[in-house]
């Protein structure tokens, strides 16, 4: 880690087809507790450094340990890695975390195009949903503000067309969803902020960062939601046009980390959860028919 760690951290490499576990890990990056337990942090490349990391990931039910050695692949005659990198040259959570994840799938190869919601399974043991397009405008929108203020990943999939700077067949993470009231006026617009993996390419459609819509908005309240005009790939629109663009949306709702235990209050809005366990045993819970038994 270099100065923390952030969302920004985490930019797909220019060869790979991952945008699904890049979105995942940026989105882990704003949880620091959870971050820090899939990275445990008694790990660096100075105190007793032994050339390995180790990492967790949630399967089927348990957390599971990575370890891998430090070596990265790089693109040949270029300074930088081939797959997930940081913006800063000495950081390398994001690429030794993608490395370990890749460790679990057997392959860099197997995490060409897949789905964010399995990642951030993955990443977080939470549970996820997802949500088609056409949804019901009415109450969607009050579903993902909801989402996101209780804790919740959120990703979302692109149509299969290019539209204003947005990337067809892309996946995109949800970084905020947040009302904005204009000046003088008792009208508020529904805003997603949203991030592209590639760390550039952004809308510039209505309410992206130089848009007009934002002299509507009082500086102080700008300044309360971030926005700032930069190339990192990060923009807000309004719901509306998210609603015209985007097919497919991706929540995964958070579980508490075994860390935390009975005692933590995570208030009326957070998210408890039980777990049953069991198994398939032979000419006893065995389901189906007797013809079809397995030898």
């Known amino acids: 880690f270099v100065d923390g760690h952030s969302r920004f951290d985490a930019v797909q490499g220019d060869k790979s087809f991952n945008c699904w576990v890049v979105a995942s890990i940026a989105?882990?990056?704003?949880?620091?507790?959870?971050?820090?337990?899939?990275?445990?942090?008694?790990?660096d490349f100075e105190d007793k450094y032994a050339g390995i990391f180790h990492f967790r990931f949630w399967q089927y039910g348990r957390w599971v340990d990575v370890v891998i050695d430090d070596r990265l692949p790089y693109q040949k005659g270029k300074s930088k890695l081939f797959s997930v990198r940081s913006r800063q040259k000495n950081e390398f959570w994001s690429a030794l975390l993608e490395k370990a994840y890749a460790k679990l799938h057997g392959s860099y190869e197997a995490l060409n195009d897949g789905f964010a919601l399995d990642?951030?399974?993955?990443?977080?043991?939470?549970?996820s949903e997802v949500i088609r397009f056409p949804a019901d405008p009415t109450t969607l929108y009050e579903i993902l503000r909801k989402s996101y203020e209780r804790g919740s990943l959120l990703t979302c999939s692109l149509r299969l067309k290019y539209t204003k700077g947005l990337q067809c067949g892309h996946a995109y993470s949800i970084t905020n969803v947040r009302y904005v009231h204009k000046k003088d006026s008792p009208e508020k617009v529904p805003l997603l902020r949203l991030r592209n993996p590639w760390g550039l390419f952004e809308w510039n459609g209505p309410w992206s960062d130089c848009c007009t819509q934002w002299d509507s908005v009082t500086e102080e309240d700008k300044k309360a939601l971030g926005v700032c005009v930069n190339e990192e790939g990060e923009f807000w629109m309004s719901f509306e046009d998210f609603e015209r663009n985007y097919v497919r949306i991706e929540i995964c709702n958070l579980a508490p980390l075994p860390s935390q235990n009975d005692t933590v209050d995570y208030g009326e809005d957070g998210w408890k959860v039980s777990f049953f366990e069991g198994t398939w045993v032979k000419n006893v819970t065995a389901g189906g028919r007797s013809c079809f038994q397995c030898k």
């Open 27 to 43: 989105n882990l990056s704003n949880y620091e507790e959870l971050l820090h337990f899939v990275i445990p942090t008694d790990q």
């Open 119 to 127: 990642a951030m399974e993955d990443f977080t043991g939470g549970i």
